[in-house]
């Protein structure tokens, strides 16, 4: 059974940095596609970032790319998301998931759509002061 435990969140001021982990357990990962998502109050579930498992190739959504970096480390079957230049509309539920790839192309290019994933954790609360 497939377990995904975030932690890290916080609350912080705009500008600051958190750095989200995701401890991963109940099976090997090979051939998996990670990714972090989040959830604003009356939003929908937004892409973020996603990691390779195999590869290490990583896709980071244009809302926050140049200050956030997704990263995995296999051997301790942890995922993270490095948050820095916090804002205030960075304020969500930050959740990690996980998917078994379908096919060479999609585990190295990453996938972006919520709904395709299958695993999901309890999510950690991230909240950005102005």
């Known amino acids: 059974q497939v377990q995904l435990v975030e932690s890290g969140g916080g609350l912080v001021q705009a500008g600051a940095s958190l750095r989200l982990s995701c401890a991963a357990s109940?099976?090997?990962?090979?051939?998996?596609?990670m990714g972090w998502f989040r959830q604003a109050p009356g939003k929908e579930r937004e892409f973020v970032a996603t990691?390779?498992?195999?590869?290490?190739?990583?896709y980071v959504a244009d809302s926050v790319k140049g200050r956030f970096t997704i990263s995995r480390d296999s051997a301790k079957k942890m995922m993270y998301l490095q948050m820095n230049n916090l804002k205030p509309e960075d304020t969500a539920v930050y959740y990690c998931?996980?998917?078994?790839?379908?096919?060479?192309?999609?585990?190295?290019?990453?996938?972006?759509?919520?709904?395709?994933?299958?695993?999901w954790g309890q999510g950690t609360q991230v909240t950005v002061s102005s």
């Open positions: 998931a996980a998917v078994e790839s379908r096919s060479p192309r999609e585990l190295y290019l990453g996938i972006t759509n919520w709904s395709e994933y299958d695993y």
């Open positions: 109940g099976r090997t990962f090979e051939n998996y596609n």
């Open positions: 990691v390779s498992w195999n590869f290490g190739s990583t």
